[in-house]
């Protein structure tokens, strides 16, 4: 009845698509890379995990499963897919920088925030070996801090290098003259002016033979590499041997060093000020607000109901309908969303959730509230929490929560910032690391521990850990290795 030919293309493009791996959630929609790769997905996980995929896209009026053709390679939205499944999410520290920069700036467009603050945490990784690309990155997204850290080092290249590296319509390379511009101003000062005077030799002169070769050395330096005029101090260090003989000279060259790197100050953002027309904003936190309180109802039989109401948090900014709430180990309630807790948490299974009366139920956990204020923020589809300057303490709980409940969106990135934690905080990391099993976390931090005593690590572990044990074996095997090498 049909037109055979075309049964076969259809039979072709069905084998064509690309199965969900390991998961059994229905495929509704169908997405297809620049390069023409097919991929099964699920609009409930594009709506849940990405504002960047409005459900609107989806509504298909047959029977057809629709495609939606977008502009990402086909391995960048395998990696997009799998930040969008309640499971672990994909290794971002293990791809390569062109993956991962590409990953990155999708997962900006799309708004995945469990993506976006890991994929900034390995962008900022990537300074030295990739400078346009990330400051390309953290310009296009606002990363100000990123910027500032590393506009620097794109300080040799042309315009023209900067150009091929961006949109064709992109502000940037342009943005990026007038901070160049800064530095070439500050070249040609110094240049074009003396170095400041200093101690007069022996017979009144303001300079002895050895100061021309090294002034000469310096501006070399700097020739070859305008990032030797920002580092100018540590240049004209790198260059005193040649006068060291004079001291004189020294410390007219130390003065020198002192005064110019004063004058070339700039980051990538003040370079920027008087060209703020330029600069695109594509974090609108407006299109986060939201003015609905949310309605709490809870016909609590005990007495002091009415307080209870009142002494609920509410979710900041959040328009969710409240049908559960949390209470932390001191004592706080707050507002939360069985449905996201679902979502982004392995850890809370819906189950205790059903109640049978019309009442809100309260459900205790062992964490304190500053835990549990993080963690609700790691479960909403909303940027997450700012994790980079918490305390040690704070940062160790909201880790083993994120791992004790399950909430693949935290994980990682509370996993990276233990890391950094590792010289300073090593038994602290070292705990977290056994147990969770991170075995090459452990590795890390185990050596920095070895100047602590058991008495000293033994408190820091659950009466019964047999860490600190462990610990002790390992310390008297590295005690026994450096007696044999004779440390
Ligand atoms: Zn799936
Ligand atoms: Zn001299
Ligand atoms: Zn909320």
Redesign the pocket.
């Known amino acids: 009845m049909s037109d055979p030919s075309s049964e076969a293309e259809d039979r072709n493009e069905v084998s064509s698509v690309r199965p969900?791996p390991d998961?059994s959630?229905p495929v509704d929609v169908i997405l297809e890379s620049k390069d023409g790769v097919r991929f099964a997905a699920?609009s409930k996980?594009l709506e849940n995990y990405s504002e960047g995929f409005p459900p609107a896209i989806f509504v298909s009026s047959s029977e057809v499963t629709p495609i939606v053709q977008i502009e990402e390679h086909s391995e960048t939205v395998q990696l997009l897919l799998g930040f969008m499944?309640l499971k672990r999410q994909p290794q971002v520290a293990k791809l390569s920088f062109a993956v991962l920069d590409a990953l990155a700036n999708a997962a900006e467009k799309y708004f995945i925030h469990s993506a976006i603050q890991l994929c900034q945490v390995f962008m900022a990784k990537n300074v030295e070996q990739h400078p346009i690309e990330v400051l390309h990155y953290a310009a296009k997204h606002s990363y100000k801090s990123l910027a500032n850290r590393v506009a620097f080092l794109t300080l040799d290249y042309t315009f023209e290098d900067m150009k091929a590296k961006f949109e064709p319509d992109s502000r940037i390379p342009y943005l990026w003259l007038a901070y160049k511009e800064r530095w070439m101003v500050a070249l040609r000062s110094l240049l074009t002016s003396q170095p400041p005077a200093g101690n007069l030799h022996k017979g009144g002169v303001q300079s002895c033979d050895l100061w021309w070769p090294f002034y000469v050395a310096v501006l070399h330096d700097v020739g070859s590499s305008l990032v030797h005029l920002r580092d100018f101090e540590t240049t004209v260090s790198r260059n005193l041997a040649e006068i060291e003989a004079c001291w004189q000279c020294s410390q007219r060259a130390i003065r020198w060093g002192n005064t110019t790197a004063a004058k070339c100050e700039g980051t990538w953002y003040s370079a920027l000020e008087n060209h703020s027309e330029l600069i695109t904003r594509h974090h609108d936190s407006a299109s986060f607000e939201s003015t609905l309180t949310p309605s709490i109802i809870m016909a609590d039989s005990s007495s002091d109901a009415e307080n209870e109401v009142s002494s609920i948090r509410p979710c900041p900014d959040c328009n969710l309908p409240v049908d559960i709430i949390l209470k932390s180990g001191d004592g706080i309630k707050f507002s939360a969303h069985s449905k996201n807790l679902e979502n982004y948490s392995e850890g809370f299974p819906p189950a205790i959730f059903t109640s049978s009366s019309g009442v809100t139920p309260i459900v205790q956990i062992e964490e304190q509230s500053d835990i549990v204020e993080l963690l609700l923020g790691f479960m909403h589809l909303k940027p997450q929490p700012e994790i980079s300057n918490l305390p040690i303490t704070v940062l160790e709980a909201l880790a083993n929560a994120a791992e004790k409940y399950f909430i693949h969106s935290a994980i990682p990135i509370c996993k990276v910032y233990m890391t950094k934690e590792s010289l300073e905080y090593p038994i602290e990391v070292l705990r977290y690391a056994a147990k969770h099993n991170y075995k090459s976390l452990a590795d890390e931090a185990a050596p920095h521990t070895l100047d602590y005593t058991f008495e000293d690590v033994k408190p820091k572990f659950e009466p019964e850990s047999r860490i600190p044990y462990l610990w002790v074996l390992r310390l008297s095997e590295v005690n026994l290795i450096m007696k044999i090498v004779g440390v």
């Open positions: 969900c998961c959630l699920h996980n499944h």
